[in-house]
Structure formats: structure tokens, C-alpha cells
């Protein structure tokens, strides 16, 4: 089992590339249109459309949980997706997501500002219509990654490999992607990835319930979450009262995938944080 990710530049043509070597490798396409729809599948797609691929703003970020819920959500159905098996992810910070998985292949496409703007012209854009899209799109893209994981969109080091499509054309690009992927030295995904992908994805639900109950933050309270096994999630932090360590341990029970919880909260009482 692989993965091939695609993070690209509005213009470089790096959507019809990665298309093309998903239909290649017969791998899933995975675009925002299918993360889309398996966020619905899964209930959160009002979290992924308020996400949209790009940062909340500086109210939403400091006086609401909400971003975090939303790419919490965005982030257990991307890992969901790659637990399926082989696919082309293209954005959705995916390159970041599966970055410690050896079987992941990531890769960047660009060109010219001049080629973008030539390349959407040629879609029916105007020149200044273009240049005005391209720029909205590298300053949204790049925020939303830069929130989302506090990396930059884009630091070569989170790729394999950076294709420019200024001299390289579409059918290139593609050979030498598809001949990258196709290397022995891509390795296969092991049981143990497989598990845990499982148990990001598990984590990242139970860490979005955690914050929409108000659990994660407050006066004498801070729950962590982290899932040690399949299927297992591990409840640690402290709390003030013992109804509120049973309530976080019910909200995580109600998560999809959770067959057990291991709550490990501390009860602090009021009365004991206030001395």
C-alpha cells in the first residue's frame, strides 16, 4: 500500500498531473471534492467547508475552539481516507499529515508566475483575473498550512520531490512521478503504519469531541487525549469535580471507533486549586 501526496500552485497544471498518475498507478483520487464528500459520510461536513483550505480569521482563532475542532475533523478524514489504501491525495495539508509514513511519496508542482498566468488564461480567465486568483490562492494556501501545522507551504524539505511545469509539460511531469513511485525504494506500507493511521485518525475525533465539549481548557481543567491502541483512547489532565472527569469519558465513548477508554484524569477540587 501507497500514498502519493500533491501540494500545487493554482496555474502549474499540478491537479491534471496527480489525476493522471492516480489513474496511472489505479490509485484513489483523492482532491478536495472526495475529501468533501467523505467528510459527509462521516457527519463533519460543515467542519471541513468552514475550513475550505484556508485560515480562520484572528476573532475565530483566539476567542473560539471552533478551528480546532474543524481541522481535528479535516484531519481524522484525510487519515481515514489513506487507511483505505492506495491514493493520490492532492492538498489538505496531506504532505504534512503523512510525512513520517515511508510509503508516502510527496510532491510539490510549480512553475512561473508567467506559465500560471498563461495556463488559467487559457482556462478562460483574463490576464488580470489570473493574476488576482493566483495571488489569493498562494496567500490562502499557505496560511491554512501554516495554521494548520506551523510549517511552510513552501519549505522543499517536506517534499520528495519539487516538479517545475515551466520546462517540464504535463506528460514529463507524469513519466517521472509515475517512475518515482513505482521505485523499489518507495516501500510498501507495514501493518504497523496501517495501525497507526488508525489510530491518528481515532485520536484527532476524540481530541474534536474533547474541545466541543469544553474539555480541553478552563478553570482547573486541561483533557489530553492520545490513543495508545486500536480502537483505545487514553484520557489524562485534571478536572475539578468527578462529574466532569465521567462527562469527558462519555463524550469520547459516543466517538466512531472508540471500543474503549482508559480515563486517567485527575480531580482537582476547587477548593484545592484555590490555596
Request: contains cysteine; glycine residues 6%; aromatic residues 6%.
Amino acid at each position: 500500500m501507497h500514498f502519493i501526496t500533491f501540494s500545487r500552485t493554482l496555474g502549474s497544471q499540478g491537479t491534471v498531473i496527480a489525476k493522471r498518475v492516480a489513474d496511472a498507478m489505479g490509485y484513489a483520487f483523492n482532491d478536495t471534492a472526495a475529501i468533501d464528500r467523505a467528510a459527509g459520510a462521516m457527519g463533519f461536513s460543515s467542519s471541513v467547508e468552514e475550513l475550505d483550505g484556508k485560515t480562520p480569521s484572528f476573532f475565530q482563532r483566539y476567542f473560539s475552539h471552533e478551528p480546532e475542532i474543524n481541522l481535528d475533523r479535516l484531519n481524522s478524514v484525510v487519515l481515514d481516507m489513506a487507511k483505505q489504501g492506495d491514493a493520490v491525495f492532492v492538498g489538505r495539508g496531506a504532505q504534512v499529515l503523512l510525512k513520517s509514513f515511508h510509503c508516502a511519496l510527496h510532491v510539490r508542482v510549480n512553475a512561473s508566475m508567467e506559465r500560471r498566468i498563461r495556463n488559467l488564461v487559457a482556462r478562460g480567465y483574463t490576464e488580470t483575473a489570473a493574476q488576482k486568483a493566483i495571488n489569493r490562492s498562494d496567500h490562502e494556501r499557505s496560511a491554512f498550512v501554516r495554521f494548520a501545522f506551523g510549517v511552510n507551504w513552501d519549505d522543499p524539505s517536506l517534499y520528495d520531490a519539487v516538479l517545475s511545469t515551466e520546462k517540464l509539460g504535463v506528460d514529463l511531469a507524469v513519466d517521472t512521478i509515475l517512475t518515482m513511485a513505482r521505485s523499489s525504494e518507495i516501500k510498501a506500507c507495514s501493518a504497523d503504519a496501517m495501525i497507526e493511521l488508525a489510530k491518528l485518525a481515532l485520536r484527532s475525533r476524540a481530541e474534536a469531541a474533547i474541545i466541543e465539549a469544553g474539555l480541553s481548557t478552563g478553570k482547573l481543567t486541561a483533557v489530553f487525549v492520545s490513543a495508545p491502541d486500536q480502537g483505545v483512547v487514553q484520557l489524562t489532565g485534571v478536572v475539578r469535580d468527578r462529574e466532569t472527569r465521567d462527562l469527558a469519558e462519555v463524550v469520547v465513548k459516543n466517538v466512531e471507533g472508540v471500543a474503549a477508554v482508559e480515563n486517567r484524569i485527575t480531580v482537582i477540587p476547587e477548593s484545592v486549586g484555590a490555596v
